[in-house]
């Protein structure tokens, strides 16, 4: 499985871009698909999650700032992020959860990061 990560770059603060993730295959072959970051010297953070049946799920730092979607015809998921700031600063991460109920093991796949730096 890969997922292509993209969308980043350099934003000002209060800027509003849109990460986008591509998997290999189905968006739907996917039990949830999930945006994390991280920061040089940090653990990777949970930012937004959307299952198969589009239920979301946020990080307190993300509520009421990002929304994550996906669009069926263009097989991505978005993360459409707004009022960013300097502590928005981070590689940005799509991945994606496949339950395996014969191992009941959950695979994670993870994509390349996307570097968002939130500066003037």
């Known amino acids: 499985v890969q997922l292509q990560a993209s969308g980043g770059g350099v934003v000002q603060p209060g800027g509003s871009p849109t990460l986008s993730c591509v998997p290999s295959g189905s968006i739907f072959d996917f039990d949830a698909m999930n945006w994390y970051r991280q920061v040089p010297g940090k653990q990777r953070e949970f930012v937004a999650s959307i299952t198969s049946t589009g239920t979301t799920y946020y990080d307190d730092s993300a509520k009421g700032r990002f929304t994550i979607s996906r669009d069926s015809a263009q097989n991505t998921i978005f993360l459409q992020m707004n009022g960013l700031t300097p502590a928005d600063t981070a590689v940005y991460y799509c991945?994606?959860?496949?339950?395996?109920?014969?191992?009941?093991?959950?695979?994670?796949?993870w994509g390349q990061g996307t570097q968002v730096t939130v500066s003037r």
């Open positions: 991945n994606a959860d496949r339950y395996s109920p014969s191992s009941q093991h959950n695979n994670r796949y």
